[in-house]
């Protein structure tokens, strides 16, 4: 049988001074440490040079596959399926046009409008009609925003009916809340957790009070980060407070002029033992939202590099940190055809970036209302097509390494002529790096870490990680 080497290959930056690398496969998800003249032999394309031995071992991790595999085409054809196949129902729902803040990187309008008691039956019977597939063993809402909790009695009122529905079909049901934590108070939160089962948390917080409220203020132009930041704190004292019955993820979006504050915003998060409570923090640049918001973030390759700083500090100060992607079959809900979002009008969309935002109005990317009953379940607008948009090589993601554990990131994006390529492009020879030494750690001797930090001297991050 003759073979070809992977096109989804990728490589860390040498170990040492062998010459050794990490070898991984982003479509297998596994790893490898080759030697120099294996990596050399795999860059060229020359098979017939590797040992048999090393061979078998290639294969086995997907590195070298059968001449006549079409990767491309297997891997966007898994991707359609998974977006077609899976058990479990996700929709979201903006039950709130309003939001307290007024960050100006936001591109929604808000108005103080909640979903009307009106749309409730319009938008259960929606999803009663989804359900009647019998293909799903569940349903999870997200309730997005503007800031959803300023519709806590439309969430209440929902729940209650999304409950009674899941149990008509006998599936399980979750929901999670993304929120900017200006109404998290501990009543609140008991009553999120318990009666309106949700599981996870996401909460923001753009840096230090100083760069926060440079970002994240209220309409009337007051600082919102001590608010923000006492709620968690409350929250993560209660005795009965537990991570693993509802998850907290901090979101830190940053800019410019932010930058510099994530590794204070990092210490002050371990100064009150945050690691301990939260599921995880994770950082991401400011992109556009139907605005020119992303003229302000850091170029991809500067985040990239900033990341591996980042996570070196979570890593030392005991925050879980990811730095080895895994397979991505759905990119986005944009590719699910029974995924839908609901604002607080009951117009009906595919992506929760384009509810409240202006530019969006009128366009194809809201394709329908609650009342409507014409509206057909699938109907679906450019984005929803992405998988034929790679077929057809119309973008760069068609012939990239990472697409297997990317899947193209942000469709909208690239629709709109914006590079949506993940972090991951830019520093994964650093994060394979990372990741042996994270898996090498406990085997490496004093003498050992001394020489790799000296090997790796121009990388200042490698250093700490040894020592984390």
Same mark, same amino acid.
């Given at each position: @049988?003759?073979?070809?080497?992977? +096109?989804?290959?990728?490589?860390?930056?040498?170990?040492?001074?062998?010459?050794?690398?990490?070898?991984?496969?982003?479509?297998?998800?596994?790893?490898?440490?080759?030697?120099?003249?294996?990596?050399?032999?795999?860059?060229?394309?020359?098979?017939?040079?590797?040992?048999?031995?090393?061979?078998?071992?290639?294969?086995?991790?997907?590195?070298?596959?059968?001449?006549?595999?079409?990767?491309?085409?297997?891997?966007?054809?898994?991707?359609?399926?998974?977006?077609?196949?899976?058990?479990?129902?996700?929709?979201?729902?903006?039950?709130?046009?309003?939001?307290?803040?007024?960050?100006? !990187?936001?591109?929604?309008?808000?108005?103080?409008?909640?979903?009307?008691?009106?749309?409730?039956?319009?938008?259960?019977?929606?999803?009663?009609?989804?359900?009647?597939?019998?293909?799903?063993?569940?349903?999870?809402?997200? =309730?997005?925003?503007?800031?959803?909790?300023?519709?806590?009695?439309?969430?209440?009122?929902?729940?209650?009916?999304?409950?009674?529905?899941?149990?008509? $079909?006998? #599936?399980?049901?979750?929901?999670?809340? &993304?929120?900017?934590?200006?109404?998290?108070?501990?009543?609140?939160?008991?009553?999120?957790?318990?009666?309106?089962?949700?599981?996870?948390?996401?909460?923001?917080?753009?840096?230090?009070?100083? %760069?926060?409220?440079?970002?994240?203020?209220?309409?009337?132009?007051?600082?919102?980060?001590? #608010?923000?930041?006492? +709620?968690?704190?409350?929250?993560?004292?209660?005795?009965?407070?537990?991570?693993?019955?509802?998850?907290?993820?901090?979101?830190?979006?940053?800019?410019?002029?932010?930058?510099?504050?994530?590794?204070?915003?990092?210490?002050?998060?371990?100064?009150?033992?945050?690691?301990?409570?939260?599921?995880?923090?994770?950082?991401?640049? #400011? !992109?556009?939202w139907g605005n020119d918001a992303h003229e302000q973030s850091l170029t991809k390759e500067e985040f990239?590099?900033?990341?591996? &700083?980042?996570?070196?500090?979570?890593? /030392?100060?005991?925050?879980?940190?990811?730095?080895?992607?895994?397979? /991505?079959?759905?990119?986005? @809900?944009? &590719?699910?055809?029974?995924?839908?979002?609901?604002?607080?009008?009951?117009?009906?969309?595919?992506?929760?970036?384009?509810?409240?935002?202006?530019?969006?109005?009128?366009?194809?990317?809201? %394709?329908?209302?609650?009342?409507?009953?014409?509206?057909?379940?699938?109907?679906?607008?450019?984005?929803?097509? =992405?998988?034929?948009?790679?077929?057809?090589?119309?973008?760069?993601?068609?012939?990239?390494?990472?697409?297997?554990?990317?899947?193209?990131?942000?469709?909208?994006?690239?629709?709109?002529?914006?590079?949506?390529?993940?972090? $991951?492009?830019?520093?994964?020879?650093?994060?394979?790096? @990372?990741?042996?030494?994270?898996?090498?750690?406990?085997?490496?001797?004093?003498?050992?870490?001394?020489?790799?930090?000296?090997?790796?001297?121009?990388?200042? =991050?490698?250093?700490? !990680?040894?020592?984390?």
């Amino acid at each position: @049988m003759k073979y070809k080497v992977s +096109n989804f290959n990728i490589f860390s930056c040498a170990i040492n001074e062998s010459g050794k690398r990490v070898l991984m496969n982003t479509y297998s998800g596994q790893t490898l440490v080759v030697s120099k003249y294996c990596h050399e032999f795999l860059l060229d394309g020359r098979l017939s040079e590797i040992p048999e031995l090393i061979t078998r071992k290639l294969i086995d991790v997907g590195a070298v596959v059968e001449a006549e595999k079409d990767e491309l085409k297997t891997v966007i054809d898994e991707n359609d399926e998974g977006g077609t196949t899976g058990q479990n129902l996700y929709q979201v729902i903006m039950p709130s046009a309003f939001c307290q803040l007024g960050c100006h !990187y936001c591109g929604q309008q808000h108005a103080k409008n909640s979903l009307a008691p009106a749309l409730f039956t319009a938008l259960i019977d929606r999803i009663r009609k989804k359900l009647e597939s019998k293909r799903y063993k569940s349903l999870t809402i997200a =309730w997005f925003g503007g800031e959803p909790l300023l519709a806590l009695n439309t969430i209440r009122s929902l729940t209650k009916l999304l409950l009674e529905l899941c149990e008509e $079909f006998e #599936i399980a049901y979750s929901a999670r809340i &993304v929120t900017n934590g200006m109404s998290l108070k501990e009543t609140v939160f008991r009553e999120l957790t318990t009666d309106l089962h949700i599981r996870s948390i996401e909460v923001t917080l753009d840096g230090t009070r100083e %760069f926060h409220d440079q970002n994240r203020f209220t309409k009337e132009g007051t600082p919102s980060f001590d #608010i923000i930041f006492n +709620n968690l704190m409350t929250l993560f004292q209660l005795p009965q407070y537990d991570v693993k019955k509802c998850e907290v993820t901090i979101r830190c979006n940053v800019n410019q002029q932010n930058a510099d504050s994530v590794a204070a915003l990092i210490e002050l998060f371990h100064k009150h033992e945050f690691q301990k409570k939260i599921a995880y923090f994770y950082a991401v640049g #400011i !992109y556009s939202w139907g605005n020119d918001a992303h003229e302000q973030s850091l170029t991809k390759e500067e985040f990239a590099g900033r990341e591996l &700083v980042w996570n070196t500090q979570l890593r /030392k100060l005991g925050f879980k940190i990811f730095v080895k992607p895994a397979r /991505k079959k759905v990119v986005c @809900m944009t &590719v699910d055809k029974n995924a839908d979002v609901y604002d607080a009008y009951g117009n009906i969309f595919n992506c929760t970036e384009t509810p409240y935002v202006n530019v969006y109005k009128g366009t194809d990317h809201q %394709f329908g209302h609650l009342m409507f009953s014409g509206e057909s379940q699938g109907s679906r607008n450019v984005l929803s097509d =992405w998988h034929n948009t790679l077929r057809k090589g119309t973008f760069q993601c068609s012939g990239c390494p990472v697409l297997p554990v990317c899947g193209g990131s942000c469709p909208k994006s690239w629709h709109e002529d914006m590079r949506a390529c993940p972090t $991951f492009k830019f520093n994964n020879p650093e994060k394979l790096l @990372m990741y042996y030494l994270e898996n090498k750690r406990q085997e490496l001797t004093g003498v050992e870490k001394e020489g790799l930090a000296i090997f790796h001297q121009d990388k200042k =991050w490698v250093a700490d !990680y040894l020592d984390a």
